[in-house]
């Protein structure tokens, strides 16, 4: 029989994934965290979220230092269930969030890696497009870099998505709020032959949906798969170095402010909601200025 604990829970499971549209993983992630408190709460003997207090919290708190988690990992588990509770206030199963009486706990900011735009240059040109896979892997690619997509975005791109007349993308982002993001008439041309050439050779045995980039079967590309791509091309390219597909990302918004773009436009092509989220790149663009200044003033080249 389901407990307040259990059922409660569930709710806001549900109320994530058929409410706020969010992704498979984030919900498995919020899920695992609430689990591990639920667990705590039993072995405390407490079966009403009700009766959470900052008492009870400061030693739910001692037991996830002593297993020596990192900073990171137990905020992770905070704003997982400081989130819960707000759901629980504003359905007025609780009186109030007791998580709000608890801080974050401090880390050092870690801004994000990014590669320089030779780099970048360089690596999508490395690219072979001697068969359809290649030109499919440069087609995505620069369609990446183009765009800023997140991972999850580029696998989910369905055909009526792309305006190749006007160069534009309707990107489904996170929490399923809707985009439209440019790309360039370099990558238009590349989706073009990718399109009309290596995608119809591909889907040559399947026909069944609408999905732009596909797998040697003809089956849509997963988040796994281009993880794979962006890591074999890269180590082909240098093998001293390690990127993921979110690093793509992270060069485009990079890129962007250090030729000036507004911080509020790039905010706005990521899908960010929140333009603290956006700030993180203005460090690196900081840094960049400040190299280029030390290497190129007059008085400082004396």
């Known amino acids: 029989m389901k407990t307040d604990l259990d059922r409660y829970a569930s709710q806001f499971l549900d109320f994530l994934q058929y409410q706020r549209h969010y992704s498979d993983k984030t919900i498995e992630s919020y899920h695992r965290e609430i689990e591990h408190f639920k667990n705590y709460l039993k072995s405390e003997l407490i079966d009403s979220y009700q009766e959470v207090s900052y008492q009870l919290l400061r030693g739910y708190l001692t037991k996830l230092y002593d297993?020596?988690?990192?900073?990171?990992?137990i905020n992770h588990k905070l704003s997982a269930l400081r989130s819960f509770y707000n759901y629980l206030l504003k359905e007025e199963l609780v009186d109030d969030n007791p998580f709000l009486l608890i801080e974050s706990q401090k880390t050092a900011k870690r801004n994000p890696d990014f590669l320089f735009?030779?780099?970048?240059?360089?690596?999508?040109?490395?690219?072979?497009?001697?068969n359809d896979l290649g030109i499919r892997n440069k087609a995505m690619l620069?369609?990446?870099?183009?765009?800023?997509?997140?991972?999850?975005?580029?696998?989910?791109?369905?055909?009526?998505?792309?305006?190749?007349?006007?160069?534009?993308?309707?990107?489904?982002?996170?929490?399923?709020?809707?985009?439209?993001?440019?790309?360039?008439?370099y990558t238009r041309d590349?989706?073009?032959?990718?399109?009309?050439e290596a995608r119809v050779n591909l889907m040559a045995k399947n026909e069944g949906h609408n999905f732009v980039f596909v797998n040697?079967?003809?089956?849509?590309?997963?988040?796994?798969g281009v993880e794979n791509i962006v890591d074999r091309l890269m180590k082909q390219y240098d093998p001293t170095k390690k990127i993921h597909?979110?690093?793509?990302r992270h060069s485009f918004a990079?890129?962007?402010?250090?030729?000036?773009?507004?911080?509020?436009?790039?905010?706005?092509?990521l899908g960010h909601e929140n333009?603290?989220?956006?700030?993180?790149?203005?460090?690196?663009?900081?840094e960049h200025l400040k190299q280029v200044y030390q290497e190129t003033h007059p008085r400082n080249i004396e």
């Not at 297993?67 to 990992?73: G, I, M, V």
């Not at 990079?254 to 092509?269: K, M, S, Y």
Request: charge should be neutral; include cysteine.
């Open 275 to 286: 333009l603290s989220t956006t700030q993180i790149y203005t460090h690196i663009s900081k």
């Open 190 to 196: 590349w989706l073009i032959k990718y399109l009309s």
């Open 254 to 269: 990079t890129h962007l402010l250090n030729a000036g773009a507004d911080i509020r436009t790039v905010q706005e092509l």
């Open 142 to 185: 620069e369609l990446m870099y183009a765009s800023g997509l997140r991972c999850f975005e580029v696998v989910n791109l369905q055909l009526s998505n792309l305006d190749l007349g006007q160069m534009l993308l309707l990107i489904h982002g996170k929490g399923g709020k809707d985009r439209y993001v440019p790309f360039n008439e």
């Open 245 to 248: 597909p979110h690093t793509i």
């Open 67 to 73: 297993k020596n988690l990192a900073k990171s990992s």
């Open 117 to 130: 735009v030779e780099e970048m240059m360089g690596f999508l040109d490395s690219i072979d497009t001697k």
């Open 216 to 224: 040697k079967f003809g089956n849509p590309l997963t988040n796994r």
